[in-house]
């Protein structure tokens, strides 16, 4: 059946120029043919060519384009309120890692989890991300850390898109964390990810890239240059869990490499942000983490705002740092934590969300040309969606301009 209409009476946020950070256009169109924008601008512009396609009346609603969540670590099993607890009674991030918890935690249950299992729990909560206007979510690997479970996690990220009606892009992130079995060899299991991991999923096509966690708590700059260079030969991008708890130089390093994105960057100095501008690597922030981890050291936005680095919004979601399925919420966070703008807040869950996962000439804008992904949303105007902590506005989610049923 086909889904070529044209979509009427809404206002549009484009995030493509015009007249304000949002590309707002109001009373317009978007005409939709074969699954792409055809046409986007003001009802009464619209070429007489479409006035006799089918219309969809959007009720006076705004039309953005879907969001994007593009750092998360929805699959996997188990939780971590234990581990939430300990901290809350004074027990740091880093001591509960090196204890055995943490991450490796979470890797016990993942790799006890049958792929149905962990499919089941995955899709519990990216049903709960979809629902707030998201048409893609990136979801990592990371959980596995052996071959066979790594793959287990990247087929569940694969057959979740179907199941949740949701673009998804999968990225192996082998290089999270010290499997138990390789303690004190690090070097030996960065090799088992390059030389056997990689490869594997490569072949059978699992990742669309490929991200390391660079920390003194996992992965040195040495380890993850490796990483970076086997997943350049196998023709993958790559992207960097940086600078996250420490200024390991990490979003240095993802700008040498010219990663799609460096995330976290609490402390990145000003020569690495300066590095990302050059690189055109976009900086992910990740508000949800930086709120459960109590951390008070700010990723520098100033500095990435003055050298023109494209910021985009995650959830991070992950059991450990960031239990968090709303990408509305981060919004918020990204305001009042960080100090974005809801403007810059949104471009960072839409056009800079798309740009961090390679994108950007396919999603994140309302134009001529990428998919008609589409959020509706029942607001007076798009900094709402900034706004309301726990609201969910969203009354329609369109894919490939086929209206979601959910
Ligand atoms: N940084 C994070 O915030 C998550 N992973 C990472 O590399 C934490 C993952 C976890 O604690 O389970
Ligand atoms: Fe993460």
């Not at 901290?87 to 979470?106: C, F, M, P, Q, W």
């Not at 290089?175 to 999923?201: K, S, W």
């Not at 799609?260 to 960057?265: I, R």
């Not at 950007?360 to 804008?365: I, K, N, Y």
Request: net charge negative; aromatic share 6%; with cysteine.
């Amino acid at each position: 059946m086909s889904h070529d209409a044209v979509w009427l009476n809404a206002s549009l946020a484009t995030f493509d120029g015009g007249s304000d950070a949002y590309g707002t256009i109001t009373d317009g169109a978007v005409a939709v043919r074969d699954g792409r924008i055809a046409w986007v601008g003001k009802r009464i512009d619209l070429p007489a060519s479409w006035r006799a396609a089918k219309q969809r009346d959007c009720s006076g609603y705004w039309l953005t384009p879907g969001l994007i969540d593009c750092h998360t670590h929805v699959v996997h099993a188990g939780s971590r309120a234990g581990e939430f607890e300990q901290r809350l009674n004074g027990e740091s991030y880093e001591a509960i890692a090196k204890a055995g918890g943490g991450i490796v935690s979470t890797v016990r249950a993942t790799r006890a989890a049958s792929e149905e299992q962990l499919m089941a729990q995955s899709l519990h909560r990216l049903k709960r991300i979809v629902a707030e206007g998201v048409t893609r979510v990136e979801i990592k690997s990371g959980y596995g850390l052996t071959t066979v479970d790594e793959c287990k996690m990247l087929r569940v990220a694969t057959r979740l898109a179907e199941a949740a009606s949701v673009r998804v892009s999968r990225t192996f992130l082998g290089a999270h964390a010290l499997p138990p079995e390789y303690a004190g060899r690090a070097d030996d299991y960065v090799t088992l990810v390059c030389e056997e991991m990689l490869p594997a999923i490569a072949a059978e096509n699992l990742a669309d890239a490929v991200d390391a966690f660079c920390e003194n708590i996992a992965f040195s700059l040495e380890q993850t240059t490796r990483v970076f260079k086997a997943a350049q030969a196998l023709g993958l991008p790559v992207k960097l869990h940086a600078d996250q708890l420490t200024d390991g130089g990490g979003a240095a390093l993802a700008a040498a490499f010219g990663a799609l994105s460096a995330d976290h960057l609490e402390y990145s100095s000003a020569t690495a942000v300066a590095a990302l501008a050059k690189a055109g690597t976009v900086a992910v922030l990740l508000p949800g983490a930086f709120y459960m981890l109590r951390e008070t050291q700010l990723p520098p936005v100033d500095l990435l705002r003055q050298a023109g680095v494209r910021m985009a919004i995650s959830t991070d979601c992950n059991p450990g740092t960031s239990p968090c399925t709303s990408l509305l919420l981060m919004l918020n966070m990204a305001c009042t934590l960080f100090r974005l703008t809801p403007a810059e807040a949104l471009q960072g869950v839409t056009c800079n969300a798309a740009a961090a996962l390679g994108l950007e000439h396919e999603a994140g804008r309302l134009k001529p040309g990428l998919v008609a992904d589409f959020a509706l949303w029942d607001i007076a105007r798009p900094a709402q969606l900034a706004y309301a902590m726990g609201a969910n506005p969203c009354v329609g989610r369109v894919l490939g301009g086929r209206l979601c049923r959910d």
